[in-house]
């Protein structure tokens, strides 16, 4: 197991490019819209940029979720790389289990890197409870994602 998750760690850096527009362009869209719209309440401008910190950060982890994670699969089968993980004496379930565990430190970078713009760029301010429950509600609806 631990094989393959170097393996996939190993894949992660040769696609690098995917992973940084994966999370840079929800960043980025994020910095960009949650500046152009404004509102004059206070309260109602911080809520919107709230809210549209986690909408990123959603948007950025079903980009890995509904394009990359089917991808790595699709190449994998391609590659004949699936057939020889089924003739090897590693179970099949330990393949999959790599292949989720590398989408889920994609899911969690993708929060890390969003919320940390949201909080030191934009001025995000939420409790330490609030960011924690946030990120792990992002990560189990992220399930939602794989399931489809």
């Given amino acids: 197991m631990k094989a393959l998750v170097q393996v ?8 690098l490019g995917v992973f940084l527009l994966s999370i840079g362009m929800p960043v980025i ?3 960009i819209f ?3 719209v404004q509102f004059d309440d206070a309260t ?3 809520a ?3 809210s549209y910190m986690l909408t990123m950060t959603g948007f950025s982890m079903s980009g890995f979720a509904l394009f990359t994670f089917p991808m790595m699969l699709a190449e994998d089968r391609n590659n004949s790389w699936l057939t020889f993980i089924q003739h090897s004496p590693l179970p099949i379930w330990q393949y999959y289990l790599s ?3 590398r989408v889920l430190l ?5 929060i890390a890197v969003v ?3 949201g909080g030191l760029v934009k001025g995000v301010e939420m409790t330490a409870q609030e960011w924690v429950i946030s990120a792990l509600l992002l990560l189990v609806t992220s399930i939602v994602f794989l399931a489809i």
């Fill in 8 to 15: 996939e760690a190993v894949k992660l850096s040769r696609s």
């Fill in 29 to 31: 869209f994020f910095l």
């Fill in 34 to 36: 949650s500046s152009t």
């Fill in 44 to 46: 109602m401008q911080k």
């Fill in 48 to 50: 919107f940029i709230q």
């Fill in 99 to 101: 292949k989720l565990v």
């Fill in 106 to 110: 994609c899911f969690v970078s993708s």
């Fill in 115 to 117: 919320f940390a713009v």
